[in-house]
């Protein structure tokens, strides 16, 4: 399974889904640079996920609405949510001969690097901290976020005014956040800098276990419908000495990656945690005013998290299928391995290839390279011109082109071409006048 994973690490530097970041100068501490495929998927992802947030249900009550909040906050913020203290912390042990530092859970008794002995395990905060202004100064200091939804917390009231919502309804955000974690690994699995889609639902304390029920099954769905298998798939209720430090109930959604199972996405009940605290630091008064019970209290938050680097991980490895060469009448079998991403149309990064059948005749070329410029602006499309015509079909199974487009002699003469299905290996002919409708249409779902 390790294989596996080198595999699609390859993949991704190979066809430009992920980098290494700073990688001239040997790497930076465990960050990524997303690609030109990357960029798009991880774009596909998050819009994904913000259509099924933000548009399923409307305001006023019960629905869920957006909101981009600054990544630098007081540090009051962090005070008051707990992150400064031991509850955001990893315990960390030390090496006492190579001084190689790891996270006490993940490491046996002695160092996994060079066999020395280890020190007892101590407290490390994850807080990523930084200087805002010229002096570098207790004064001054701050943290990059640990987690957006602070931001959430801090404009309840600006949202909630401003848009005049009752309860129960959802704030939600995408944004990159930051950990100091201790063992990086499992390529972007676990980072230092990472994006993460949370939303925050506010509710009435008596509403709290019901909506945790129903946002738990919606998540675990939203995976299913993008094409996550079932038995990858699974939610496991996270046991009280194990929860986050703000969490009164925890259920981790967990994929099966081919390092293990391991959590994507996390449903808490908060409680009123977060807002007691900062009303209680900040010396605003937030609760809510319920009209319909005339009463005054704060509500409780069922909060969905997960990260978009982890989603994307799972998603590629979900995809991921090696087939015996030859899957297509024009491709000629060879002792070569195909690769085919199986990504869900909306997650796949490039929508539409076009291909002419042969390089050394331009008429063909003439017409096909119209055609790209006449889908262009409607689908991401890539031209591949290089190559016999079944190798180019190798090329873009492995980035996961749902439609293939060839451009041949009888496109010259009827004005049509031949559409690929990339899963069905369906072939068909379709009018150029009608191809930007029929791409649409098979695009939808
Ligand atoms: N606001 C709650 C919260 O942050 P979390 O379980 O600590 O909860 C939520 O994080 C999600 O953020 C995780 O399920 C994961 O998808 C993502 N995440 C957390 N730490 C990460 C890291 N170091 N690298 C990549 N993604 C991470």
Same mark, same amino acid.
């Given at each position: 399974m390790a294989d596996l994973m080198e595999k699609i690490v390859s993949l991704c530097k190979r066809r430009g889904f992920v980098y290494q970041s700073s990688e001239i100068y /040997? /790497?930076? /501490? &465990?960050c990524y640079d997303f690609g030109p495929l990357g960029v798009e998927m991880k774009n596909n992802i998050k819009k994904a996920w913000w259509d099924e947030m933000t548009k399923k249900q409307s305001p006023p009550a019960g629905g869920i609405v957006g909101l981009d909040a600054a990544i +630098?906050? &007081?540090?009051k913020v962090w005070q008051a949510s707990g @992150? +400064?203290?031991? =509850?955001f912390a990893d315990e960390l042990a030390e090496c006492k001969a190579c001084k190689k530092r790891f996270r006490a859970d993940l490491v046996? $008794?002695?160092? &996994?690097?060079? =066999?020395g002995e280890l020190t007892p395990p101590r407290k490390f905060n994850l807080m990523m901290k930084t200087f805002v202004g010229p002096v570098e100064d207790e004064a001054n200091q701050t943290y +990059?976020?640990?987690?957006?939804c602070q931001g959430i917390y801090m404009n309840f009231e600006n949202v909630l005014n401003s848009m005049r919502l009752k309860i129960p309804f959802g704030i939600a955000q995408i944004g990159k956040a930051f950990r100091n974690e201790i063992t990086p690994k499992d390529f972007i699995y676990r980072t230092r800098e990472f994006e993460q889609m949370e939303m925050q639902w506010f509710c009435r304390p008596k509403d709290a276990d019901i909506f945790f029920e129903r946002w738990q099954k919606e998540r675990l769905k939203w995976y299913l419908n993008l094409g996550i298998k079932k038995e990858n798939l699974r939610a496991i209720e996270v046991p009280k000495k194990e929860?986050? @430090?703000?969490? $009164?109930k925890q259920t981790d959604i967990e994929y099966r990656f081919p390092f293990g199972w391991q959590e994507i996405e996390g449903i808490h009940n908060r409680g009123d945690w977060d807002l007691s605290n900062h009303a209680k630091y900040s010396g605003e008064d937030l609760r809510y005013y319920d009209e319909e019970t005339k009463e005054k209290y704060f509500p409780y938050i069922i909060e969905t998290s997960g990260g978009a680097d982890r989603s994307f991980l799972a998603f590629l490895c979900d995809a991921y299928q090696e087939i015996p060469s030859g899957?297509? $009448?024009t491709t000629k079998p060879t002792k070569e391995i195909e690769i085919l991403l199986k990504l869900h149309k909306k997650i796949a990064p490039v929508k539409v290839a076009v291909l002419p059948?042969? $390089?050394?005749?331009p008429k063909l070329i003439k017409k096909a390279k119209e055609i790209y410029q006449l889908l262009k602006p409607n689908f991401v499309c890539q031209y591949d011109e290089l190559g016999s015509i079944g190798r180019r079909y190798r090329r873009v199974d492995e980035i996961g082109v749902p439609y293939s487009l060839t451009i041949d002699f009888e496109t010259l003469k009827q004005e049509d071409v031949t559409v690929r299905d990339r899963d069905t290996m369906k072939q068909e002919r379709v009018k150029i006048s009608e191809l930007i409708e029929v791409l649409e249409e098979k695009l939808k779902n």
């Open positions: /040997g /790497g930076f /501490g &465990s +630098l906050m &007081s540090p @992150h +400064l203290t031991a =509850g046996g $008794k002695t160092c &996994s690097e060079c =066999g +990059l976020r640990a987690e957006t929860r986050a @430090h703000y969490a $009164k899957r297509t $009448k059948l042969v $390089k050394n005749k």
